[in-house]
């Protein structure tokens, strides 16, 4: 048995899992240098590929695959739960496949294709704006669930989404805050080449200052860090304990995500600062997690059991040839807690 696959060639030859697969399939599009470099490692680790899966009728399999972008992102892993009650409530398998923060889903789903009988691909989270070419080649179903932002050229015909509108609901939450008093609000956003939901809820939270009559201070706004996995935990406490030390005023902080919210609230602890009575506090996912921090968390809940459903009637709808193509805006709603404090 290979104690190898496709993904440890690709990180060895700091290259994507596509770029092995053309190697190995002899494909023109690949340079020379790089080829033999890839097969070289090929033979110098015994790795076999997988060709006997490729040659079984796909429409035989009852799979679907699941991957996730985001491996301690509670949300997400709420999501799987969901997923995979409905999966098999069409008599179907899920194949649970965690992507790292780093890799690229896509890469990883085209391999999957061709070494699995996939009948449809769930991809959790991620960012697709600059894939979009890759996206095209899988020849299976898919679904982008909580993606957020759709990816640009490629027809809405060809793909399927479930979101919620990412950019009108940070608008919410941010409208909320200023309601309460608030006028310099902190925000955790995504990573700066982000294009996804942090950047949709960065946008809402700039027209919500905007139409508040409140003129937006980039010094409020700091940005996950891209050496720390994505919408976790550590990052909201890494990030918000270097804007601390900038000491800049703020009397509110609006994460885009639960998990940077809880992260936030052990900074905000070591430094001897309460929530709310010092600084209020919001997230947006409503995790259950949230609901037990010390203060219990004010957010935007996502309807996520609402979501795993549509996602997988959605998916399954095509699959059958009962369905069309569609992209599902669900409904956000607002969660109040214990950590937000309205001032006078």
Known sequence: MNSVNIRDIARMCGVGVSTVSRAINNHPDINPETKEKILQCIADNNYIPNNSARNLKRQESRVIAVLIKGLTNTFLIEMIQLLEKEIKRHGYAMALERVHFDQDEVDIALELVKEKRLRGIIFLGGDFENRVSKLKELDVPFILSTAGSQPEDISEDEYSSVSVADMEEGYKMTEYLIKNGHKRIAMISAKTDDESIGKLRLRGYKKALEDNGITFDPELVMFMRPDIEDYSMENGYEV????????????????????LALGAIRAFYEAGIKVPDDVSLVGFDGVEAGKFSCPALTTMGQPVKEMAKETVDILFGIIDGHGAHKHKICQAHLVERESVRKLN
């Open 240 to 259: 918000t304990k270097q804007f601390l030390a900038k000491k800049v005023p703020f009397t509110a902080l609006f994460a885009v995500s639960d998990t």
